[in-house]
């Protein structure tokens, strides 16, 4: 079934750097998407996950002698399809993946991955996706087994299929974003692959994983930290983290110290980090 969207805009005086401070505080309320506006920001949410507390976000800004007005909406996923669409365009990560649509035009790199664009969080545009796919082609995922958790539109996965990964499993808890991965996975004609509905909950009926891929948010890292884990084999096995701010790496370094994981390195992107951590 397909899941409504809740689209905030906000506007901001001044624009800068309410902007950047907005959506530090925003991506720990669960906002996966971001679009910047003449006037401020655009954040997107499913409306199941919108939390009242949001709002203590602009409290914060109004205290640093802020104005932040906002008006929000809801959209229909049928509404929002047509929209993401007509804005979707195709991007290159390290001149070596391009990420597109089925309606543009190829651009003949090593790697291609063929996205629907959909409401499901995972095109390539956002700072964290950019990071992990980079991180994906920088690493041997030769036969590994590996998991896409909070896979959104599976193309973390996908490239990690296409790196040579024996089999991969994506996992996400919204059904829209299940389905949609599914329809990327056959376009890309990926049979090492599956995707399925659920949390953390499930990943002990999984088996074990030689790399796992999570870009979410760094609550939801935090406080599944330990199931991912448990399913990740020692020693060498990997994790690729991201979904956080650069602020937020020292907290994400101190919780997979305390699991014998040791941090390798770490990409940034306006702010947003991407991380490496290997068992010892």
């Known amino acids: 079934m397909a899941v409504p969207y809740v689209e905030i805009d906000l506007i901001i005086e001044p624009v800068e750097p309410g902007r950047e401070i907005l959506l530090a505080h925003l991506g720990q309320y669960g906002f996966e998407s971001f679009k910047d506006t003449e006037r401020g920001l655009l954040a997107y949410i499913p409306e199941s996950d919108l939390q009242v507390g949001w709002t203590d976000t602009i409290a914060i800004l109004e205290t640093l002698n802020f104005r932040v007005s906002y008006r929000q909406k809801r959209i229909e996923p049928e509404n929002w399809n047509a929209q993401w669409e007509s804005n979707f365009e195709p991007i290159v990560v390290d001149d070596l993946c391009q990420v597109r649509a089925p309606f543009h035009t190829s651009d003949d790199l090593p790697y291609e991955i063929l996205i629907e664009p959909k409401m499901s969080f995972g095109t390539g545009h956002h700072e964290?996706?950019?990071?992990?796919?980079?991180?994906?082609?920088?690493?041997?995922?030769?036969?590994?087994?590996?998991?896409?958790?909070?896979?959104?539109?599976?193309?973390?996965?996908?490239?990690?299929?296409?790196?040579?990964?024996?089999?991969?499993?994506?996992?996400?808890?919204?059904?829209?974003?299940?389905?949609?991965?599914?329809?990327?996975?056959?376009?890309?004609?990926?049979?090492?692959?599956?995707?399925?509905?659920?949390?953390?909950?499930?990943?002990?009926?999984?088996?074990?994983?030689?790399?796992?891929?999570?870009?979410?948010?760094?609550?939801?890292?935090l406080s599944d930290m330990e199931q991912y884990l448990r399913v990740l084999r020692r020693p060498h096995g990997q994790l690729f983290l991201s979904g956080f701010y650069l602020q937020d790496l020292d907290v994400l370094k101190k919780a997979c110290n305390k699991h014998d994981m040791e941090f390798i390195e770490h990409k940034e992107r306006n702010n947003w980090v991407a991380a490496k951590f290997v068992f010892l």
């Open 128 to 221: 964290t996706t950019h990071m992990m796919l980079s991180f994906i082609l920088e690493n041997d995922f030769d036969g590994k087994r590996v998991l896409d958790m909070g896979c959104g539109t599976s193309v973390l996965g996908i490239l990690a299929a296409m790196r040579g990964a024996s089999a991969v499993i994506g996992v996400d808890i919204d059904p829209w974003c299940v389905e949609n991965s599914q329809e990327n996975i056959e376009a890309n004609q990926i049979n090492e692959m599956k995707a399925l509905q659920g949390g953390a909950d499930v990943l002990s009926d999984l088996g074990y994983f030689d790399s796992i891929l999570a870009n979410i948010n760094r609550n939801i890292l």
